[in-house]
């Protein structure tokens, strides 16, 4: 009965990546079929983490935040736990040896939310680290299935991967982070007179970040491969659009890639991926 137990839990991280997230769904499905739970209870774990500090304005979200990390540490520690994203989250992190050092600065940067923050380069940079990169590295561990020496050679470039991901989710959301939760992410940045100069250099730093993780998701498994490779290309898809986008309608708008282009995209990069073998 174990096995079932297991099954509903991780069906439950599924569902919640499949209603959160069509991008992510779309790049699950993609991946070998033996990583899909893996990633969903992941992606579950996050997103409920996300969800208690950008969401739950009408309840005491640093009591919420305090339980939720208590009870990340003892599912993990005990193998157990009756709620479903954190039994699928314990399965994940004690079958692939995810460290508790990813996991504590995850945890970290969902408290940060929770407060007021001046971000100098150096908070910024934590932030990201927390919140972005070290998903980036707990995936990376599923996809290594315990290659050591895989995993140290693209720990870097997963890295990137995550940081360009959050930053570019930062520009999308600049609006609503600042106008529903006061917050600006970007060091020296002032929402009420973004610039198109400001914008720049910020799309400076994230092209980097994109250029970077190509390098390393061209050496994942051919197993992960194509599944990685097709978020990069929404992700970038979506750069792209933000970067044709005045600054000033930044501002006022959040600005998406429409379900049917992400479908179209997904087919897209199956035939590349099958024709160029990327």
């Known amino acids: 009965m174990m096995q079932l137990f297991d099954q509903t839990n991780l069906e439950c991280s599924k569902l919640i990546t499949e ?52 009870d990340t540490y003892e599912a993990i520690h005990t193998g157990i736990s009756l709620n479903p994203v954190l039994h699928s989250f314990q399965i994940v992190v004690n079958q692939y040896q995810i460290e508790n050092e990813l996991i504590d600065a995850f945890l970290h940067s969902m408290s940060m939310d929770l407060e007021k923050q001046n971000y100098t380069d150096d908070k910024y940079n934590e932030y990201i680290y927390g919140s972005a990169e070290v998903v980036g590295l707990m995936c990376l561990r599923v996809f290594c299935e315990g290659d050591k020496e895989m995993f140290n050679h693209l720990k870097n470039g997963a890295r990137s991967l995550g940081a360009a991901f959050q930053k570019v989710n930062f520009l999308r959301d600049l609006k609503s ?102």
């Open 19 to 70: 209603r959160y997230s069509t991008s992510f769904t779309l790049g699950i499905k993609t991946l070998d079929k033996k990583f899909h739970f893996p990633i969903y209870a992941i992606y579950g774990f996050v997103r409920y983490a996300d969800e208690i500090v950008d969401t739950f304005y009408d309840f005491d979200q640093k009591l919420l935040l305090e339980r939720f990390v208590k």
């Open 177 to 278: 982070d600042f106008v529903d939760r006061g917050r600006v992410y970007f060091p020296g940045v002032d929402f009420l007179s973004f610039t198109k100069e400001a914008k720049r250099q910020i799309e400076k730093d994230i092209q980097a970040d994109f250029d970077a993780a190509y390098l390393a998701i061209k050496q994942l498994p051919r197993s992960a491969r194509m599944g990685v490779y097709l978020a990069y290309v929404y992700y970038l898809t979506l750069f792209n659009k933000i970067k044709e986008t005045p600054a000033t309608r930044i501002q006022e708008e959040r600005i998406r890639v429409p379900d049917l282009q992400k479908v179209a995209l997904l087919a897209k990069t199956y035939l590349q991926f099958r024709i160029s073998d990327i």
